[in-house]
Protein backbone atom coordinates (compact mmCIF):
# COMPACT_ATOMS: atom_id res chain seq x y z
CA UNK A 1 0.00 0.00 0.00
CA UNK A 2 2.58 2.41 0.61
CA UNK A 3 4.03 1.89 -3.06
CA UNK A 4 1.14 2.55 -4.21
CA UNK A 5 0.56 5.85 -2.30
CA UNK A 6 3.84 7.10 -3.09
CA UNK A 7 2.80 6.44 -6.87
CA UNK A 8 -0.40 7.76 -6.58
CA UNK A 9 1.59 11.16 -5.20
CA UNK A 10 3.98 11.44 -7.55
CA UNK A 11 1.24 10.89 -10.36
CA UNK A 12 -0.68 13.72 -8.64
CA UNK A 13 2.32 16.08 -9.07
CA UNK A 14 2.82 15.23 -12.35
CA UNK A 15 -0.67 16.36 -13.23
CA UNK A 16 -0.10 19.25 -11.44
CA UNK A 17 2.87 20.20 -13.24
CA UNK A 18 1.36 19.63 -16.87
CA UNK A 19 -1.70 21.78 -15.53
CA UNK A 20 0.86 24.63 -14.60
CA UNK A 21 2.96 23.84 -18.09
CA UNK A 22 -0.12 24.39 -19.71
CA UNK A 23 -1.12 27.82 -17.96
CA UNK A 24 2.17 28.65 -19.23
CA UNK A 25 2.11 28.46 -22.39
CA UNK A 26 -1.19 29.97 -22.59
CA UNK A 27 -0.07 33.10 -21.20
CA UNK A 28 3.11 32.80 -23.95
CA UNK A 29 0.53 32.73 -26.40
CA UNK A 30 -1.21 35.59 -25.31
CA UNK A 31 1.69 37.58 -24.88
CA UNK A 32 2.49 36.20 -28.17
CA UNK A 33 -0.25 37.72 -29.81
CA UNK A 34 -0.31 40.99 -28.35
CA UNK A 35 3.26 41.31 -29.56
CA UNK A 36 2.21 40.49 -33.11
CA UNK A 37 -0.40 42.74 -32.88
CA UNK A 38 1.78 45.78 -31.56
CA UNK A 39 4.20 44.80 -34.35
CA UNK A 40 1.82 45.28 -37.00
CA UNK A 41 0.71 48.54 -35.51
CA UNK A 42 3.96 49.69 -35.39
CA UNK A 43 4.36 48.96 -39.27
CA UNK A 44 1.26 50.83 -40.03
CA UNK A 45 2.51 54.04 -38.11
CA UNK A 46 5.82 53.83 -39.41
CA UNK A 47 3.78 53.59 -42.95
CA UNK A 48 2.09 56.86 -42.31
CA UNK A 49 5.18 58.31 -40.64
CA UNK A 50 7.27 57.69 -44.06
CA UNK A 51 4.82 58.72 -45.91
CA UNK A 52 3.61 61.61 -43.87
CA UNK A 53 7.76 63.04 -43.86
CA UNK A 54 7.86 62.17 -47.68
CA UNK A 55 5.43 64.75 -48.25
CA UNK A 56 6.62 66.92 -45.85
CA UNK A 57 10.07 67.01 -47.76
CA UNK A 58 8.74 67.02 -51.13
CA UNK A 59 6.73 70.29 -50.40
CA UNK A 60 9.95 71.99 -48.63
CA UNK A 61 12.03 71.04 -52.12
CA UNK A 62 9.35 72.41 -53.77
CA UNK A 63 9.20 75.69 -52.16
CA UNK A 64 13.01 75.89 -52.58
CA UNK A 65 12.80 75.43 -55.87
CA UNK A 66 10.30 77.66 -56.59
CA UNK A 67 12.06 80.73 -54.29
CA UNK A 68 15.12 80.04 -56.62
CA UNK A 69 13.20 80.48 -59.40
CA UNK A 70 12.18 83.60 -58.04
CA UNK A 71 15.62 84.47 -56.93
CA UNK A 72 16.58 83.73 -60.65
CA UNK A 73 14.03 86.11 -62.03
CA UNK A 74 14.36 89.29 -59.89
CA UNK A 75 18.17 88.99 -60.42
CA UNK A 76 17.78 89.21 -64.13
CA UNK A 77 15.28 91.66 -63.71
CA UNK A 78 17.27 94.09 -61.98
CA UNK A 79 20.22 93.30 -65.08
CA UNK A 80 17.73 92.94 -68.05
CA UNK A 81 14.24 95.39 -66.98
CA UNK A 82 11.13 93.31 -65.48
CA UNK A 83 10.35 92.30 -68.93
CA UNK A 84 13.35 90.79 -69.81
CA UNK A 85 13.68 92.34 -72.70
CA UNK A 86 17.05 94.42 -72.90
CA UNK A 87 19.33 90.98 -72.52
Sequence with gaps: KGEIMEVKNI????I????????????LVDKTEQLQEGALNF?????????????????????????VVVLL???LALACGFALNKC
Design 73 to 75: YFV
Design 11 to 14: MIEN
Design 16 to 27: EKVLERGEKLDL
Design 43 to 67: RRQARHMKHTLWWRNMRLWLVLGAA
